[in-house]
């Protein structure tokens, strides 16, 4: 009885042991992302990114499925942009708004992100006076109806306090009932005045209050981007935390 048990426990041990170095299996969706993630329309440069961004667990923790009609907000560079187009070619819809001038050439000349569509909204976007790296929207609409998800990633703490709430309430329009809403962001510490060093960054606990106040509500967070090593103490453009600030995974939900 002895070896039997001793053998039963070893069998455990060695079962969990492999079972740690088995490749993790993924949902449907997560293998539509993984291999949207693998595509050569992606810069070696964005793949370099994805360690620290990790683009899959934070879409899927966002409810992303490839049916939904999805708008990103501010795309930039189009680094979330070229992931979620091909996860959504053949049964969703993506749609970018605000800020798209530097991505429409990119959409326009790469046949595989040719069914991304560009929202024609009215936001005004502009720079807010004395204040560096900020800007103003005033009050607009998204330009698209019934969305199932919104999303913005790591461009929320560009916004002036009235730009934020503006689009927040555009976001709350374009949205249809049950669907959601999904903020990542650079974290400051909860209650810090703004300083040089943390301005590009947000306390997720404003974010949340305003958010709801547009009226949405909280329906999850993750702790997908923590990072201990982020002392919450300096610049995110800064050597020592560039590409390792710990950052904040909001999920809202529209009534």
Request: proline share 5%; aromatic share 8%.
């Amino acid at each position: 009885m002895r070896h039997l048990l001793l053998t039963c426990a070893l069998l455990s041990l060695a079962t969990s042991a492999s079972a740690q170095f088995m490749p993790e299996k993924l949902s449907p969706i997560g293998e539509k992302i993984e291999a949207a993630m693998k595509s050569d329309v992606r810069t070696a440069d964005e793949k370099a990114r994805d360690a620290e961004r990790k683009p899959r667990q934070t879409l899927e923790f966002f409810g992303l499925r490839d049916d939904m009609k999805v708008v990103e907000l501010v795309p930039a560079g189009g680094y979330f942009t070229k992931i979620l187009g091909p996860v959504l070619a053949d049964k969703g819809e993506l749609w970018v708004a605000i800020g798209t001038t530097r991505l429409e050439p990119v959409l326009k000349s790469t046949p595989s992100l040719a069914k991304i569509k560009v929202a024609q909204t009215d936001a005004k976007m502009a720079p807010a006076p004395g204040k560096m790296g900020l800007f103003d929207l005033g009050d607009f609409s998204l330009g698209v109806k019934d969305a199932d998800l919104v999303l913005t990633f790591r461009n929320y703490h560009n916004l002036t306090p009235s730009a934020r709430a503006s689009l927040n309430r555009a976001v709350f329009a374009a949205v249809k009932s049950g669907g959601h809403y999904g903020i990542l962001d650079h974290t400051r510490r909860h209650n810090e005045p703004e300083t040089s060093e943390n301005w590009r960054r947000m306390d997720p606990v404003l974010v949340i209050k305003e958010v709801q106040a547009a009226g949405f509500v909280l329906e999850d967070f993750s702790g997908i981007h923590y990072t201990p090593d982020d002392e919450l103490r300096y610049e995110v453009g800064r050597k020592s935390v560039a590409g390792n600030t710990d950052r904040f995974v909001l999920r809202f939900r529209k009534p």
